[in-house]
C-alpha cells in the first residue's frame, strides 16, 4: 500500500509517498481503507523538528492524524464494528496519511452517510480541538466571543459552535473569508494594526476569547479587552498558561468518539460545516502542505488517498 513517510525533519521536501506493507490490526484495534485523512498545521511543524521536545518523531515516520474510512479488517475481540462500515477516527501513530491505518477501536465513531468523505476526514483534531476551546471559555447566552483565526481549520469551527452556545461571536479573519463569517452569523473584522479598538467598537464587552493563531493574542484578551484569564483559551501560546493563567484546552481534551459522534451528528443534520479549502490525491502530499503552511486557508485541506 502507499503511505507518506519522512526520514529526517525539514520541509515539504522531506515528505515522500512509498510502499509499505499493509499493516494487520492487534487486538481491539481495526484496519481502516482511508478514504480522506485532514492535513493540520501541527504536524508540519512536527516534521520541521519544532516540537521535538513534545512529541519527537521516530524515524521513517509517518504523517497524519485525522481519517474517514471504509472497516476493511477487525482485530481480536472488536465488537459493535464490521467490515464495510463507514467511520470517522484518529490515530495517535501519525499513519492515517495512507490506504490503510490502524486504528484503536474506542477511537472510531459511525460517519452518517450524508456526511461529505472530505468533511468526515478533516473533522477530528479541528473539531475536538474547537469543541474543547468552547467548552474551556464557558460560554453562556449573551456572552460576546472572540474568536482569532477565525476561518481557519479550528477557528471556523470554533465559532460556528460559539453561536450555537447562545453566544454574539466576532471573528477576525482577512478580508476574504468575511463573506463566509456573515453567512455563518459571526461578526468579522480584519486583523492587523488597530484590532483592539475595532473590537471595541464592535462589542463593548468581550467575555471570552478564543487564539488559534499566536501572537500577541493572549497579551491582546487579558490587557486590553479585560477578559479573565480563566475565560482565555489559547491552542498555540501553551508558555502563556504560567504567565498569564490563562487555558490551552484543545485537541486532547476533546478527543473521544462520544465528541466525534456529536460533531458528526450536527454536520449530518447541516448545523455544523467543515469548509474545505481544497483536496489532494496523496501523491501531492507536499503540495497539501505547502497549502497549510502558507496559511490563510479557510478550513481545512484534505487528502484523499
Not at 484518529?90 to 472510531?108: F, H, I, K, M
Not at 493572549?218 to 477578559?227: F, K, R, S
Amino acid at each position: 500500500m502507499k503511505a507518506v513517510r519522512f526520514s529526517e525533519y525539514g520541509s515539504v521536501e522531506v515528505l515522500n509517498v512509498v510502499e509499505v506493507p499493509r499493516p494487520v490490526p492487534g487486538p481491539g484495534q481495526v484496519l481502516v481503507q482511508v478514504k480522506a485523512a485532514g492535513v493540520n498545521p501541527g504536524e508540519a511543524k512536527v516534521r520541521e523538528g519544532f516540537l521535538h521536545s513534545r512529541w519527537p518523531a521516530t524515524f521513517p515516520s509517518g504523517e497524519g492524524s485525522d481519517l474517514a474510512g471504509i472497516v476493511a479488517e477487525l482485530g481480536q475481540g472488536v465488537t459493535g464494528a464490521a467490515a464495510g462500515d463507514e467511520v470517522i477516527g484518529w490515530v495517535d501513530t501519525r499513519s492515517s496519511q495512507a490506504e490503510y491505518a490502524v486504528v484503536e477501536a474506542s477511537n472510531l465513531a459511525r460517519k452518517p452517510a450524508s456526511v461529505p468523505w472530505a468533511a468526515a476526514g478533516g473533522l477530528p483534531v479541528a473539531g475536538f480541538t474547537a469543541w474543547a476551546a468552547v467548552r474551556a471559555v464557558g460560554l453562556r447566552p449573551g456572552d460576546t466571543l472572540v474568536v482569532s483565526g477565525a476561518a481557519g481549520g479550528v477557528g471556523s469551527l470554533a465559532v460556528q459552535l460559539g453561536r450555537r452556545a447562545g453566544a454574539t461571536v466576532v471573528g477576525l479573519a482577512s478580508q476574504a473569508n468575511h463573506g463566509w463569517l456573515e453567512q455563518h452569523g459571526v461578526l468579522p473584522l480584519s486583523y492587523g494594526a488597530g484590532v483592539a479598538n475595532r473590537i471595541k467598537q464592535a462589542a463593548p464587552r468581550v467575555d471570552a476569547f478564543i487564539d488559534t493563531y499566536g501572537g500577541d493574542y493572549v497579551e491582546l484578551a487579558v490587557n486590553e479587552l479585560d477578559v479573565v484569564p480563566s475565560r482565555v483559551d489559547t491552542i498555540v501560546r501553551f508558555d502563556a498558561v504560567e504567565k498569564y493563567g490563562v487555558k490551552a484546552e484543545g485537541n486532547a481534551a476533546g478527543a473521544s468518539a462520544a465528541t466525534l459522534a456529536e460533531l458528526a451528528g450536527l454536520i449530518a443534520a447541516g448545523e455544523l460545516e467543515v469548509p474545505i479549502a481544497a483536496t489532494y490525491p496523496l501523491d501531492q502530499v507536499r503540495e497539501a502542505y505547502r497549502q497549510v503552511e502558507g496559511g490563510h486557508v479557510r478550513g481545512k485541506v484534505v487528502l484523499i488517498p
